[in-house]
């Protein structure tokens, strides 16, 4: 069973950047894709950005397109979310997600996707 744990996250004001880390601990880290959801007070779970286990899909939800990066190292068994451009609408817990897919399945930001969750990080964007 993989475990994950999110860091990173804090307060910053609007146009600010953070960069959440997602680690894991277990097996075979590099055979797991991996999702970033964020949920805010009130409003439904939303899929941010998702990898492929070696990065060769990258998925972006429009919101999120040109400001977020999502990357990985398997050597770490760690996977990043770089967020810049911070705005108050980003405002939720943030929470990693793993899944393994079978070929030619590739990640999506479908929560139901996913079946290992980390406890989440909470991101606030206030002035």
């Known amino acids: 069973q993989l475990q994950l744990v999110e860091s990173g996250g804090g307060s910053v004001q609007p146009g600010g950047s953070l960069r959440l880390t997602c680690t894991a601990s277990g097996f075979s880290f590099d055979t797991y894709a991996i999702g970033w959801f964020r949920q805010a007070p009130g409003k439904e779970r939303e899929g941010v950005s998702c990898i492929s286990t070696y990065g060769h899909t990258i998925v972006y939800a429009n919101s999120v397109k040109g400001r977020f990066t999502i990357s990985r190292d398997n050597a770490k068994n760690t996977v990043y979310l770089q967020m810049n451009s911070l705005e108050p609408e980003d405002t939720a817990v943030y929470y990693c997600?793993?899944?393994?897919?079978?070929?030619?399945?590739?990640?999506?930001?479908?929560?139901?996707?996913?079946?290992?969750w980390g406890q989440g990080t909470q991101v606030t964007v206030s002035s």
């Open positions: 997600a793993a899944v393994i897919l079978r070929p030619p399945a590739g990640p999506r930001l479908d929560w139901r996707q996913y079946d290992n």
